[in-house]
């Protein structure tokens, strides 16, 4: 491994170094903390926002910026909950509908910032309040899921023993994560997503789709975006226009947290799970203290992410090269 591929990981093992030593940490602190239960509540609680930030992931590394993810989290759990309680639609025929819907907003926001040079900042934000609102038209409080979602939800939890199983939403959210590692390095359009934002320009000259990436790198954070408003229904049995309000913020700082650098074409999806985990820790550990305030997640979020985006800078100043199409495979993987 040679010295530039040693620095393009420093995010990376600094993000694993810190859950490590946080997990650790409170383990020793808090009985039972080191539990399998434990364990595997942080994938469940966590989902909705490990999907969201799984689709975020791909459009920073593409040198972009998602602001519309939590609104769409609300709307697709309200249209979700609509058709099943309301419409009497089967639940396994409205969530490919709502996915649908997902993968459709992200493409016009796509479109919209490829076709017509508009910041994504402000495209992805009147998205978020495009979505927010439609949510809130559609119903203004939380409905109720009564029928059809449980037992699909039962079924698809694998049981583990006789008093543990990993839930449906923890299942979600791994498969996704598996399936978007598979897609960021072992498909063309991953590649090109790295060498997009890596250099946009260079990306243009060496013949790249710069276009179709772009539109598919917003429409698959839409597409996760809807996966996990449909997560968020699994979690709650509910739809609720309220729902993730402030994910986006969320899902951007696991993201960054995780190594992923802000400027665009470097950072791995399993940094954004580290990300997300490094979030369920802290919120855990201070459910197990007892007596201090969930706000204190955000405070330790908050120094962990000046911290990273410090490193980042350090690294950059140190002319700290991103990811291109000329690296090779072997040194995406490692």
Same mark, same amino acid.
């Given at each position: 491994m040679n010295l530039r591929l040693i620095k393009r990981n420093i995010p990376f093992m600094a993000t694993a170094i810190v859950c490590l030593l946080l997990y650790l940490a409170a383990g020793f602190q808090y009985p039972g903390f080191s539990s399998l239960r434990v364990f595997i509540n942080f994938f469940s609680d966590n989902a909705v926002l490990g999907i969201a930030a799984i689709g975020m992931t791909f459009v920073i590394l593409s040198g972009g910026i998602d602001l519309s993810v939590g609104g769409v989290v609300g709307l697709i759990s309200v249209v979700m909950a609509l058709g099943i309680e309301k419409s009497h639609v089967p639940a396994l025929a409205v969530i490919p509908l709502v996915l649908l819907l997902g993968l459709g907003f992200g493409a016009a926001m796509g479109c919209l910032i490829h076709f017509y040079a508009m910041p994504a900042f402000l495209v992805t934000l009147a998205g978020m309040f495009l979505a927010r609102g439609l949510a809130f038209v559609l119903k203004l409080e939380a409905i109720p899921i009564t029928r059809d979602l449980e037992p699909l939800?039962?079924?698809?939890?694998v049981p583990l023993g006789e008093v543990l199983e990993i839930p449906a939403t923890a299942l979600v959210f791994l498969i996704t994560l598996a399936m978007a590692i598979a897609v960021a390095h072992f498909t063309r359009f991953g590649r090109n997503i790295y060498a997009l934002g890596g250099n946009e320009q260079s990306a243009i000259l060496m013949g790249l789709p710069v276009a179709r990436t772009r539109i598919g790198v917003y429409a698959l954070s839409g597409l996760c975006s809807a996966l996990a408003g449909v997560v968020y229904a699994f979690y709650t049995f509910s739809g609720n226009p309220n729902a993730a309000t402030g994910l986006e913020l969320d899902a951007i700082a696991a =993201?960054?947290? %995780? $190594?992923? =650098?802000?400027? %665009? $074409?470097v950072g791995y999806l399993a940094g954004t799970l580290l990300g997300v985990l490094?979030?369920?820790i802290i919120q855990t550990a201070i459910t197990f203290q007892g007596t201090l305030s969930s706000w204190w997640t955000r405070i330790v979020i908050g120094l962990l992410l000046l911290f990273f985006i410090l490193l980042q800078k350090l690294l950059q100043?140190?002319?700290?090269?991103?990811?291109n199409m000329h690296t090779t495979r072997h040194e995406t993987l490692s």
């Open positions: 939800v039962s079924k698809a939890s =993201v960054v947290i %995780g $190594g992923t =650098v802000l400027s %665009g $074409g490094i979030f369920g100043a140190k002319k700290f090269k991103p990811l």
